[in-house]
């Protein structure tokens, strides 16, 4: 069955670094979505993505935050100067058309920021 | 901004006896509900969805009610095994509201054997 894939499965970075987080979704899906749970807290929308742009996001993807799709197979989350606080799972997820088609989510990466 | 309720941290059941799971919700505009499983080390897994036009949906051994009027959706899990032990997310969607999906904060299911 074909899968969401995310790279790395942990990235451990300093405050104020870059960190980019890559995955594929699955290819014939066209809704492309982040996600993040901090250590105990709930599942948190970040941002979704369609037709090679962005078409919501959250409060909590400001101008720090950015995503691509560089080619016609990856995703990926780029977060230009990381806080402590961006500690947390991130996940990339796909649908085929609205999202009341259901979300496939990848395993996450787990971002530490020291 | 609690749009999803999952108001039971934890659940503990015996095995082959039934799992409840509750969820409440806030925003009337809610159009899909869904429930997600969720492994540790794993991304949330789609276990099975209801449309706010209907009451229940049943899937196997799973089913969702929904109770509009009180805002209130359950999956009930009969009989339950050992291998459902995970957390459990409540989500919804609405066209109003947006192209997302809004989580609970989870109930994690412990299954005896």
């Known amino acids: 069955e074909p899968e969401v894939t995310q790279t790395p499965s942990h990235q451990v970075t300093q405050m104020g670094q870059e960190v980019i987080l890559r995955c594929v979704p699955i290819s014939n899906h066209l809704y492309f979505y982040w996600y993040r749970q901090i250590l105990g807290q709930k599942v948190e929308f970040l941002v979704s993505f369609y037709n090679n742009e962005i078409s919501e996001k959250s409060e909590i993807f400001d101008d720090q935050f950015s995503v691509e799709r560089p080619d016609g197979s990856n995703f990926t989350l780029k977060i230009r100067s990381t806080k402590l606080e961006d500690s947390a799972m991130y996940f990339c997820a796909s649908s085929e058309e609205r999202p009341n088609s259901p979300l496939h989510f990848g395993n996450g990466t787990r971002l530490t920021v020291t | 901004d609690q749009q999803v309720k999952q108001n039971s941290p934890s659940l503990s059941v015996q095995e082959g006896r039934i799992s409840i799971l509750n969820c409440d919700y806030t925003?009337?505009?809610?159009?899909?509900f869904l429930w997600y499983k969720k492994y540790p080390a794993e991304g949330p897994t789609f276990l099975i969805s209801i449309s706010s036009i209907k009451d229940k949906n049943e899937d196997g051994r799973f089913t969702v009610f929904l109770n509009k009027s009180a805002k209130h959706l359950s999956l009930h899990i009969v009989p339950s095994q050992p291998g459902d032990s995970a957390v459990y997310f409540c989500?919804?969607?609405?066209?109003?509201?947006?192209?997302?999906?809004?989580f609970g904060a989870g109930t994690i299911l412990r299954v005896k054997s």
């Open positions: 989500a919804a969607w609405g066209m109003e509201y947006g192209n997302k999906l809004v």
């Open positions: 925003n009337s505009m809610f159009d899909y």
